[in-house]
C-alpha cells in the first residue's frame, strides 16, 4: 500500500542537526520511499493531507517492562527496595499470563497513543508481549529477564526460553532479541559471566539495570568490592552490544568503562525520580561521547509510558541541576528519544530518523492543538510544551496503526474490560485513596 504525506511538515536529522523541513513523504513496501520526488513506480491508496501536520521520527521507548502496565498506581510513595521486593514482586508472583498479555497490550495501547513505535522490554512473561507486539503492529526488542544464581537450573530455565521465543518470532522482523540480566543484585556473579557467554556465542545484545539505588552500590562493594558497571565490565557483559538502564551512581571511572565499551545508556528520569534514585549524570555523559538514549520504565514506577513527558523531565532536570539552560537542549532531547534508542538497540540503519530507505515508523502530530500554537518552533513544542495527546496518526513498519486518535490494529474497550478484570482478581480495586 503506498501512503502519501502531501505537503507535510517533518523532523529531519542533518550534519547540523534537526531541522524541519515541508515536503511530500512517500512511503511504500514499508518503507521511506522518497521525501519530495516523487518515485517512478509510486501509486498511492492513501493520502494523508499535511496541512498543519508535522512528521516525527516514532519514540523508541529504551527501557521498560510492558505488562507491568497493569500493576499502574498499586505502589507508590515506597523506597526502591520496598517497592520492588515489598510490593511489586510479590504482585507479579500471583500475575497469569492472561495477566501479562493484558498488561503488555495496555501499555503498548498508551505508547502507540503517544507517538512511541518500538520499545525495549524486559521481562520474564516474554511469549505474551511478542503475542502482543506481533497483534498490535508494533515494534519491540524483547529481553528475557533473568536472575540466577551460579549454574543453576532455573537459570538455564530462563535462557532457552529466550532462544526458543527468538527461534519461534525469526518470521517477524518487528520483533528482535536481547538477553536481559536483571540486575547485579538479583544475578550473582558467576550467572552474569554464562550470561555473557551466551549472549557472545548467540550473537544477542545485553540489556541489564545497573547503578540504579544507593542500596545496590552498597550490595556491591560489599560482595565484590566494586561498582556495578565494574562488575558487568569484568564479566563480559560489554563485550556483546549492551544497553544499560538507570546508571545513576557512576564515578569518572565507571564512566570511562561505559565510553571505552561502546555501552549505551538509557536514562529513566521519572522512575529513577520517583522511586528516590536521584537521575544520571547525563551531561556528562553526553560530553563524553556515551550514547544516551531515554526510557520510561514500567507503568508501576513511573507512572506512565508517555516518552513525551519524559523528553520534557531529561531537559528540565538537567538544566535546573546545572543550572545552565542550554542543558539537553529540545533538539538534543529529541535525539536522545528517537536515533540514540535506535543506535542502542542495533537497529539504526532501519529507524530512529525520517530518511529514505528507513522503516516508515512515524508519528504525525497535529498541530491544531493549544500545545503547538502559535507555531513558532515545532523543536520546542516537542520537548517544552506536547503531552503526547497531539499525536494524531502513528505508522510503524509503513502500515498506520491509528488514525485520528482512533487505534486500528487494537481493541481499546476490551483492554479496559480487562484492566477491570485483572483489578478485581487481584483485590486492588478497594484500594481506594
Ligand atoms: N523476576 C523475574 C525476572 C526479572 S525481569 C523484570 C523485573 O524487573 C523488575 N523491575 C521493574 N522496574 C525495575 C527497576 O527500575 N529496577 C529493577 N527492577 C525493576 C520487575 O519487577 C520485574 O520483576 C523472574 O522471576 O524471572
Ligand atoms: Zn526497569
Redesign the pocket.
Known sequence: MGILLKNIQMLLYTEKGPVVKRDNIYIEDRIIKAIGERPDTFSEDKVIDGTDRFAIPGMINAHT?SY?AFLRNVADDLS?MDW?FGT??PL?QKMSSEDAYWGANLAILEMMKSGTTCFND???NIHQTTRAVKESGMRAVICR???GSGNDEAGRI?LNEAYEEREAFKDCDRLNFFL?P??PY?CDEEYLKIVASEAKKEKMGIHI?LA?SLSEMEGCAEKYHCTPIELAERCGLFDVPAIA??CVNVNDGDLDILKEKNVSVVT?PA?NMK?GNGFAPVAKMLEKGINVCLGT??A??NNSLNMFHEMNLLSLIHKGVAKVPQCISAKEAIQIATINGAKALGLEQQIGSIEVGKKADLAIINLRTPSFMPKNNLIAGLAYSANGSEVETVIIDGTITMENRNVLTMDEERIYFEMDQILKKMGLENKVY
Open positions: 517492562h507491568m526502591f520492588l511489586i514482586d507479579e524486559m521481562q520474564m529477564g533473568l536472575v530462563r536481559g536483571h540486575a538479583t539495570h540504579e538502564a538507570h529513566n522512575s522511586l520504565d514500567g508501576a514506577s
